[in-house]
């Protein structure tokens, strides 16, 4: 059994809890919150004996904590991450990685160093679909990949971020102080620790919630490693609540033989079928890999190129089809002639779950000591070109991101 | 064309052009085409379904197109290699210009100075500098100009104008447009006749104010597929979807415009993009709250050929292609709550408080959400098209100004172009579009 300790007991943090105790792989041993309600809370769902603290430092001391979650707002991602791959721990930490550039190479050398298991909370890395999707595209089944468009629409509170405040957020139940860590010191407003994503000190926003999953599952599905330049655009449209990160932000990053279009929008009024996809875009079909399955649509290419002879002289659009159909013969209607237009699709087993085959993964890693591919390095390849978004954002250019050096510029 | 005309239009000369130019109502336009291609034989057929034309002229570099020209419209035309012999004539009241884009600019200043109405088809012009010359000119002119991006006159699109006004989607946030195309001649690979020899065709000509070259007839018709003639997939392309845009929610123009995108398909020498992608920013404007504008345009989608705008707004998405959807979600009627990582004791405190603020609502009938998808429909056969040269025509005729006129066709092409600098140049660029002026960002 492994020996598990959550540090940050929100939404995500404890729904890993819960998909590890599932695998019957795990058992949780240690609880850090900076909010006292969600210690208790703790005690109330993994049981009494479970060790609580509003300091992640004595979770990380412990001997009976082998691998721990980080599921902290983001500021906090790295600097507890490492100190818990420093402590011997290994680490399965929340998307994005990072919250800062700087955090990269050093989250990338402490995994290193330490040669503890590292792997990041983006589940698409475990979907099947986006296992299906990459078969696919290395089966060519589209042809030359060109562009492939990602997008994830939402239009509720919950969605945009509008968690919900205790009653009893006060200073005696929260150590604020702990909460803003490396952020700008100010004054305590829960609002901030409970809805952190909206604010920049603290979360990475759209970018770092949302596109980075989008980001895992084209690295995933294309074996990319990252794009060359950035460049986003977006509002806060809609959600004006004091937030400082925009609620509606599109991107477009140029990979080497394609490029990637990305769209997250809190405010989108009305469903689309599918409100969270990819969509591959390749020379001879389209494929949309979503959370229920990939579909791809295919029409062959034309057989000739047809022409436009119109605005030539009668005599010269002749000439100009007896030279036409020497190349192209014209082909006799027939039932072999039909060109089969496809669609197809592939759906994952009724009871795939990603999310939980991600934590399933880790703790074999855990187990095993070999590896999930969703490491450091593979973590900082999304994570990096998800702040160079908010960096395009903030200074309103486009972003040079070295994908080998993974240095932004 | 009446013997008063021709006496008006040699007035006009002496007087303010606004106060004398007069078609008589019962007397038909006689107009030229100047560019018989595709678009400039198109252009001709509308214009005589108008019914309130007549053409008398032709001009093209190609002997062929002339030739065909007066196969189809009638041996009485007067065709000419020469677009200044057409606008010399006294009995032309309009021109349409459907040449390459590099000539667009040159060819409707003369014609403008010449005393005619003008019917450009877009991009207006190839160069931002152009258009704002042309501006001028057409002020001064107090001639008539309207650019040929047709969707100004779309019943389609008056509709999706008026539904979005109306509140349809609630408060716009975001516009997305696209062209997808998937075959050789979409991808602009335009016939070649066979027997364009120099001598069929006035190459220097063709090649007017672009650098010099040696014949080499596929630059001539496939002209888009070259900077130095065309405008890519920006001026053919999404320069109708900036038209179609701004008619429908009254913006004139982005304040910030970024592209991206590559030639990855169609490599037959050409030197424009065949998968071009641009990020627009729309400053609020009169009603308009800010919105971000997305255009797509990709010749290489295996998956088939379509094209439509979504506008997206808090309360519902407009699409519009052949038609107008209407797809509603009115919002929440609460905002929901996340409390499972509060213990019980918070949580039910929590629900006590969320409770008096949003009651439990009793499911009654009177309390279902209408889901809303209401789509409208053109007639069968519309051409917005025949509407553009309808509305341009009744303009020549009765002097009031159309809506696409030279400063809505250059707020329309300034992104445009400027989205081609963007890819080429790697940068981003700011906009102004009551200047026109450009810069590029860092």
């Known amino acids: 059994m492994i020996r598990l300790a959550l540090i940050g007991a929100g939404g995500m943090g404890s729904g890993d809890v819960d998909d590890a105790l599932k695998s019957g792989q795990a058992q949780l041993t240690a609880v850090a919150d900076i909010y006292q309600g969600r210690l208790d809370r703790a005690k109330e769902r993994w049981g009494s004996n479970v060790f609580t603290s509003r300091d992640y430092r004595e979770v990380l001391a412990r001997r009976d904590v082998d691998a721990v979650i980080v599921a902290t707002p983001d500021h906090w991602h790295a600097p507890i991450a490492i100190a818990a791959l420093r402590a011997g721990k290994d680490v399965y930490v929340e998307k994005p990685m990072v919250h800062k550039f700087a955090e990269g190479p050093q989250m990338i050398a402490a995994q290193q160093e330490t040669g503890r298991i590292l792997q990041v909370g983006s589940q698409y890395a475990s979907s099947l679909v986006f296992a299906k999707a990459g078969d696919l595209l290395k089966q060519k089944a589209l042809g030359e990949v060109n562009l492939v468009e990602a997008w994830l629409d939402r239009n509720t509170a919950l969605g945009a971020w509008q968690y919900s405040l205790p009653p009893d957020a006060n200073e005696a139940n929260i150590d604020w102080e702990t909460f803003l860590g490396n952020a700008p010191k100010r004054p305590f407003e829960p609002v901030r620790l409970f809805r952190w994503r909206n604010y920049k000190d603290y979360g990475t926003g759209v970018s770092g919630d949302l596109f980075v999953h989008l980001l895992t599952g084209l690295h995933f599905a294309t074996g990319s490693t990252g794009p060359s330049r950035i460049y986003a655009t977006g509002g806060v449209r809609f959600w004006k609540d004091g937030r400082d990160a925009p609620d509606v932000v599109l991107a477009m990053m140029d990979y080497p033989t394609f490029t990637f279009v990305l769209r997250v929008n809190l405010a989108s009024g009305a469903a689309p079928p599918e409100r969270f996809g990819l969509k591959f875009v390749g020379s001879e079909g389209t494929m949309e890999a979503t959370m229920s399955g990939v579909t791809i649509d295919r029409t062959p290419r034309e057989a000739e190129p047809g022409y436009t002879i119109n605005t030539f002289t009668e005599r010269t659009q002749a000439q100009f089809l007896t030279e036409y159909r020497k190349k192209y013969p014209q082909p006799k209607p027939s039932a072999d002639a039909m060109r089969p237009l496809r669609q197809e699709r592939y759906t994952p087993p009724r009871e795939h779950n990603a999310h939980f085959d991600h934590m399933k993964n880790f703790l074999t890693a855990v187990e095993t000591r070999k590896p999930f591919f969703e490491d450091a390095l593979f973590g900082y390849r999304t994570a990096g070109p998800s702040l160079a978004v908010n960096l395009s954002l903030e200074e309103q250019r486009p972003v040079m991101w070295d994908a080998a050096k993974l240095v932004a510029s | ?442």
């Open chain 2, 1 to 442: 064309m009446s013997i008063s005309r021709r006496h008006l239009l040699q007035a006009a000369a002496l007087t303010p052009a606004v106060a004398l130019a007069q078609v008589s109502p019962n007397a038909k336009i006689s107009f030229a085409t100047i560019g018989n291609g595709g678009m400039g034989t198109g252009d001709t057929e509308s214009a005589l379904r108008t019914g309130l034309t007549e053409m008398v002229a032709a001009s093209d570099v190609y002997q062929g197109r002339l030739d065909r020209a007066k196969e189809r419209f009638g041996n009485h035309l007067f065709t000419t290699r020469d677009y200044r012999e057409v606008l010399a004539r006294k009995d032309i009241d309009a021109v349409i210009i459907a040449t390459p884009d590099h000539w667009h600019a040159r060819i409707a200043t003369e014609a403008l100075a010449a005393g005619k109405d003008v019917y450009v088809e877009k991009p207006m012009v190839q160069k931002v500098e152009d258009g704002v010359k042309l501006v001028d000119a057409a002020k001064a002119s107090g001639r008539i100009l309207q650019v040929g991006s047709q969707r100004v006159s779309s019943i389609v699109y008056a509709k999706a104008k008026e539904l979005i006004e109306n509140g349809a989607i609630g408060e716009l946030n975001l516009v997305e447009a696209w062209w997808d195309r998937n075959s050789a001649i979409g991808a602009w690979q335009y016939s070649i006749p066979p027997d364009a020899t120099p001598a069929n065709i006035d190459w220097d000509t063709f090649l007017g104010s672009a650098p010099k070259r040696p014949f080499e007839p596929i630059r001539l018709f496939r002209w888009r597929n070259y900077q130095d003639y065309g405008t890519g997939v920006a001026g053919d392309l999404f320069v109708h979807l900036f038209s179609g845009m701004h008619f429908i929610t009254g913006a004139v123009g982005p304040n910030r415009v970024y592209a991206t995108g590559g030639l990855r398909y169609w490599k037959d020498g050409r030197d424009v993009p065949d998968v071009m992608m641009g990020l627009y920013d729309y400053p609020s404007r009169g009603k308009m709250p800010a919105f971000n504008l997305a255009l797509r345009v990709n010749f290489v989608n295996g998956a088939g050929e379509t094209s439509g705008f979504r506008f997206v707004g808090s309360e519902g998405i407009l699409t519009v292609d052949g038609g107008v959807t209407v797809n509603r979600q009115p919002r929440e009627s609460e905002p929901g709550y996340t409390i499972g990582t509060f213990t019980k004791r918070t949580q039910d405190q929590f629900l006590d408080e969320y409770r008096k603020k949003y009651p439990a609502q009793k499911p009654t009938m009177d309390a279902m959400r209408p889901l809303g998808q209401e789509t409208f429909r053109p007639e069968r056969g519309y051409s917005d098209h025949l509407d553009h040269h309808r509305n341009f025509f009744s303009a020549v005729r009765s002097r009031k100004p159309v809506v696409e006129d030279a400063r809505f066709g250059l707020q329309a092409a300034g992104p445009a172009l400027l989205s081609n600098r963007s890819v080429f140049e790697k940068k981003a660029f700011t906009w102004d579009p009551e200047t026109f002026t450009a810069r590029a960002i860092g």
